[in-house]
């Protein structure tokens, strides 16, 4: 294996979570009885670059032609996106004269805001199901990959961009130098772009093994994603810390001729340095921690099923079909898991084949612990489930550390 940023041969084993399916292909019942596809989920970093990656063992065409998340399903996310656009507005002044691009624009989450403004924009998003959803409710989106050849008909097409928007697929990309020149050529000479992106601080502080997943080939530093972005001579000029996914960045980023860095990057650089992250030495820690959190959960489920409790599941996200393959988590511990997401209604996880049901199915059950499969969401989440408390419920979360969510009870309400 090679360092796709830099080239190099030397990159050094961070996690080793054995192998597993693609975290998105969810069975239905007539594949219950065939064998699955398995690939190594290996976390390694560049010593050269300090790039943390995995091998490009499932190409983005086996993943996002049909996709099974619709950002949509998330009220957090949607009404972050709004945020994100209200920002972009106030920050770039940003109107009818504009032109906007999202790339990997799901299912219109963000760019409705933008057409609510009366912004021109346009989204790129590979998934045809997911596209389709995204025009129905009047969000432009053409069905494509971005590479170099799509970017420069895009652009020759609609016009170089004032904004590009890529929120969490920078991550998901293999081609990582073609894909980022993919991104400059969307751009104008004096235009911005922002993405958001995970931050690898949080990955390797807090244990969260479980964003690591065949989708993500490379997890980022704000030092590892300014080598990156200088691939396609771009700078990040300004950086932001965000609560999303656990802890992500949101990189403003522009090209070199009209850029100059801001003092939050390099208080980012310092908060990275002082946890050891710009030297190999700093990631090691990821290992113990993953396994920690993997034995602390299992303890609490085996003593659940000792007791005879009920437990369930909230949420089918890729994140969780790692953490259960990890943990070795089938039906006999987690009886069942619920999702919003109607397309994975009635179908089971990859891997640890647990069935999925609609929401409604934990108020017909009151089952005694609801185990919450997104912990990221959980503001959000712990809202909506509250009234698990009302028969005696538990609503409890895997990381950062396992915890029980505050809920309703009969005395209080």
Known sequence: MQCRLCDSGQLTSVLDLGATPACESFLDSERLESPEMTYPLHLRLCEQCLLLQIPALITPEDTFTEYAYFSS???SWVSHAEDFVDTAVRRLGLGAE???VE?????????RHAVARGIPCLGIEPSVNVGAAARAVGVPTETTFLHEDSAARVRAEHGAADLVVANNVYAHIPDLRGFTRALRTLLSDDGWLSIEVHHALNLVRHGQFDTIYHEHFQYYTLHSAQRALAVGGLTVVDVELLDTHGGSLRLWARPDAVAEPGPRV????DLEREAGLHTPAGYLDLAPRAEAVRQELLRFLLDCRAQGKRVVGYGAPGKGNTLLNYCGIRPDLLEYTVDRNPYKHGRYTPGTRIPIHPPERIDADRPDVVLVLPWNLETEISAQLRHVGE?????????PVLHRGELETKVNR
Request: charged fraction near 15%; proline fraction near 4%; glycine fraction near 10%.
């Open 266 to 269: 390099v208080e980012v650089l």
């Open 391 to 399: 028969w005696g419920g538990e609503l409890v979360y895997p990381l």
């Open 98 to 100: 504009s032109f906007v």
């Open 103 to 111: 790339v990997a624009s799901n299912d219109g989450y963000l760019l």
């Open 73 to 75: 399903f998330s009220d």
